[in-house]
């Protein structure tokens, strides 16, 4: 497994669903948010980070890449536990499992998304509003995160 393979899987995922590939970045836009997944790798082993969120087109960007973002939790191991400790790579029933991630944590989210308005409802999930930066927050009239 490695990065091209990684690269295909979620090509196989985000590209019909309308999503653009610009180098680490998919993208989709629509008349109010783009919606971005960036694959990031870490500058410590081969491990990749799903990163994803929004950009809110009446809102200038300023000093930010993004307005919202997130992250999938599970880091995606391209060297270790692939063969679950039997020395033989499953790689269809990773990719497998990789796919359901992509679908359920991101593909969904982004899914249920089509408006600002759709992405203000998507706050209260939210564990904490101390990472949506202040101008997104006065936009929406929101009140401060304590």
Known sequence: MDKIDLTRIIN???EPAGFKKEGNLWLKENDSLIKKLELQKSDYSNKYYLNFGYVIKSIPLENLTIHVSDRVSEEINLTDSLDGGTGI????????????????????????????????????????????????IKHFNLPLPK
Not at 104 to 127: G, M, N, Y
Request: proline content about 4%; charged content about 30%; overall charge negative.
């Open 12 to 14: 196989n995922v985000f």
């Open 89 to 136: 790579i499953d790689l269809h029933n990773w990719e497998i499992g990789l796919t359901e991630l992509l679908k359920e944590k991101i593909l969904s989210k982004f899914e249920s998304v089509k408006s600002e308005q759709d992405l203000v409802k998507t706050f209260a999930d939210r564990p904490t509003m101390n990472d949506i930066p202040l101008v997104v």
